[in-house]
């Protein structure tokens, strides 16, 4: 095992307890894990964090579950809505260039971090995510 | 939708996006673009931080959580967009 397979071990372990904690796929930390990290390409990356996300989501999945945390009529109507959109915006990716889709990416993960520091921010400082409002 | 249940529900409706977008990156392209000796590694960290993140969901502050979470991401976005 070498520092780059440790590097990807490491990433891995944080974007599954962000994913099982806060509930973004994986992806976001998936992906620089391995293009900043352990120097795979950017299209490659997206594809491998994809396949990465799924036993992730998995485990996530049937913890939930098992915590009481997961409205499941919700979780039917995301989970359906968002295929529609996960087979278009594949397969418009996969015939970008990498630069281009590192760029968007880049400005994404610009917005997540916009949008969760602003949630952040109006959330009181004792608030805990396990509390019901 | 309380904060809890909001984050559970979106990793469990990622669970089939990612299966059906798949295919797409392995089939659709000359080389397929997913190494799975990379997701080998990815995996064994992941699924081991899924577990306990989503079993101390309720014991963590939110607001310190997605504030961490900010920072991380903004680092990463800018890098990303400047230096793609």
């Known amino acids: ?133 | 939708m309380p904060q809890r249940n909001a984050n559970a529900n979106s990793i469990v409706a990622i669970l089939p996006i990612a299966v059906a977008a798949l295919p797409i990156y392995y089939f659709r392209t000359r080389t397929p673009q997913i190494d799975f000796r990379v997701a080998l590694f990815l995996v064994a960290g992941s699924v081991v931080g899924a577990y306990l993140g989503a079993r101390l969901l309720k014991r963590i502050p939110d607001r310190e959580l997605k504030l961490a979470v900010v920072v991380v991401l903004g680092v990463i976005g800018v890098k990303e967009l400047l230096f793609p």
């Not at chain 1, 594949?90 to 949008?115: C, D, N």
């Not at chain 1, 602003?118 to 608030?127: F, V």
């Open chain 1, 1 to 133: 095992m070498s520092w780059r397979d440790l590097i990807l071990v490491a990433g891995g372990f944080g974007a599954g307890f962000l994913s099982g904690t806060i509930g973004i796929g994986g992806g976001a930390l998936f992906v620089p894990t391995m293009t900043v990290g352990a120097g795979v390409p950017q299209a490659v990356a997206q594809g491998t964090s994809l396949l990465a996300i799924v036993p992730t989501a998995l485990v996530s999945t049937i913890t939930h579950i098992r915590e009481g945390n997961v409205l499941r009529q919700a979780s039917v109507w995301m989970g359906g809505g968002g295929l529609f959109g996960a087979v278009l915006g594949a397969l418009i990716a996969v015939e970008v260039p990498g630069s281009i889709l590192a760029r968007i990416w880049g400005g994404f993960l610009l917005f997540t971090a916009y949008r969760l520091a602003a949630q952040a921010l109006s959330t009181p400082k004792s608030k805990s995510a396990g509390q019901a409002p």
